[in-house]
């Protein structure tokens, strides 16, 4: 693969292209525009074949799979809004910025992505419902994952609230949380209700790993709760095999592979050989049924453009077979998130 992978120059192929194109979405529909009348998963199918045919636009570029290719991992922001955004900070020269859907096709659509799941990382509650809200008419959105503080008496309250909308598939936990949290009652209580609503739980810890022991406890207490690991093989920092291996004996635990590049000597290496061997582990410890693909964009632009994350993971999955990139780009977060 090229040191430097060159972003395509194609062009998302939008609404009007869709409603152009043979109608795939059958009689299943949802909600009352026009656009949340499509069925996101035959949409994926669509866009995914008018896209494979768009990336022959540029040869040097990453050329798309022929897999419909779905981002599990991404954020949106506006710090224009009246009351700013806790994250990221305005320091942030890269991330501080309007993230919006927009930005967010003509930087993924170019190389083959054609779904997303949202996660929220902001911990204003209404925060939720500003993403659902502009989202909501985007059939290239999926799913999002709430952020929602569990173990708290309006846990309930705002679980039943947010469920509702059939786009929010989860919820995300933070490290610190799980530390705390895991020898209260309340706090299992609240996560076997996210199970019992066929929920999934996003686990994130970026700073250590004394939360991964309680992250364990969690699998083995709520056993039908499906739990995805952010951010690997990066994330959590310097975790142990012994750590991950146990984690991945329940079957519940997924690895979301949103976390690949590194610095390295103050350079971000582009070559696949520089990560072979972690990703090798990562699917050494939970097979190819439980990996999914994610970029953490635009969090992900302070290692790399787009294309570079997308172009390395496709690089070492190609050769698996049509098989392995459908289930990592597509069907395991299908079987994750169970989007509608």
């Known amino acids: 693969m090229p040191q430097t992978l060159q972003k395509q120059r194609t062009t998302w192929p939008g609404r009007a292209a869709v409603a152009a194109a043979p109608d795939p979405f059958g009689a299943a529909r949802r909600g009352p525009s026009a656009v949340n009348q499509v069925n996101r998963r035959s949409f994926l199918r669509g866009t995914g074949a008018a896209l494979a045919a768009l990336s022959a636009a540029d040869s040097s570029a990453v050329a798309a799979p022929a897999t419909p290719v779905i981002d599990t991992h991404i954020h949106f922001y506006d710090p224009r809004r009246k009351d700013g955004i806790p994250w990221p900070p305005s320091t942030d020269k890269v991330l501080y910025k309007p993230v919006l859907p927009a930005l967010f096709a003509s930087t993924a659509s170019p190389v083959g992505v054609t779904g997303a799941v949202v996660i929220e990382a902001s911990p204003r509650l209404e925060d939720n419902q500003w993403v659902l809200d502009l989202v909501k008419d985007n059939p290239m959105i999926v799913a999002y994952v709430a952020n929602l503080e569990v173990g708290k008496p309006e846990f309930r309250t705002n679980l039943a609230r947010f469920r509702k909308n059939r786009l929010v598939r989860g919820i995300r936990v933070f490290d610190e949380k799980f530390v705390a949290g895991v020898s209260q009652p309340a706090f299992l209580e609240d996560l076997k209700r996210l199970a019992d609503a066929d929920l999934s739980l996003d686990a994130i810890g970026e700073t250590d790993t004394k939360w991964l022991a309680p992250l364990l406890t969690v699998a ?60 090798d582990q990562l699917w050494d410890l939970f097979g190819p049924d439980r990996v999914v693909y994610g970029s953490n964009w635009p969090k992900s632009d302070h290692m790399g453009p787009y294309a570079t994350v997308f172009g390395l993971v496709k690089q070492y999955v190609e050769p698996k077979g049509a098989a392995a990139m459908e289930k990592f780009f597509w069907k395991n977060a299908l079987a994750v998130y169970k989007w509608a």
């Open 220 to 279: 083995e207490k709520v056993p039908n709760l499906r739990i995805i690991i952010n951010h690997m093989p990066e994330e959590p920092p310097a975790w142990k095999v012994e750590q991950i291996r146990a984690l991945a004996a329940h079957p519940q635990v997924r690895c979301k592979v949103s976390g690949v590049l590194k610095e390295v000597g103050g350079k971000v290496p582009t070559d696949l050989a520089s990560y072979r061997a972690a990703l």
